[in-house]
């Protein structure tokens, strides 16, 4: 996102919508960009690289409460 880092969308979502469920679906393999996103609110990380059946198990989970 040009304007927009993921995590900084994600704090102006959860700021109006707290109860928001957020996946952040990205490239970057890092453990710091997991810990910062998941220390943000993130629910789950999930790469872009990563079979859809796999995506679609996270998005599931995420939906059932769990992180």
């Known amino acids: ?3 927009l880092s993921g995590i900084d969308a994600m704090l ?4 109006e919508f ?3 469920r957020i996946i952040i ?3 970057l393999e890092g453990d710091v960009e997991v810990r910062r996103a998941l220390e ?4 789950a ?3 872009k690289s990563n ?3 796999q995506l679609l198990q996270v998005i599931r ?3 059932a409460g769990e992180k």
């Open 1 to 3: 996102m040009p304007d």
């Open 12 to 15: 102006a979502i959860r700021a």
């Open 18 to 20: 707290p109860e928001a």
């Open 25 to 27: 679906l990205t490239t």
């Open 40 to 43: 943000a609110g993130a629910r």
């Open 45 to 47: 990380y999930s790469l």
């Open 51 to 53: 079979p859809p059946s």
């Open 61 to 63: 989970r995420v939906h």
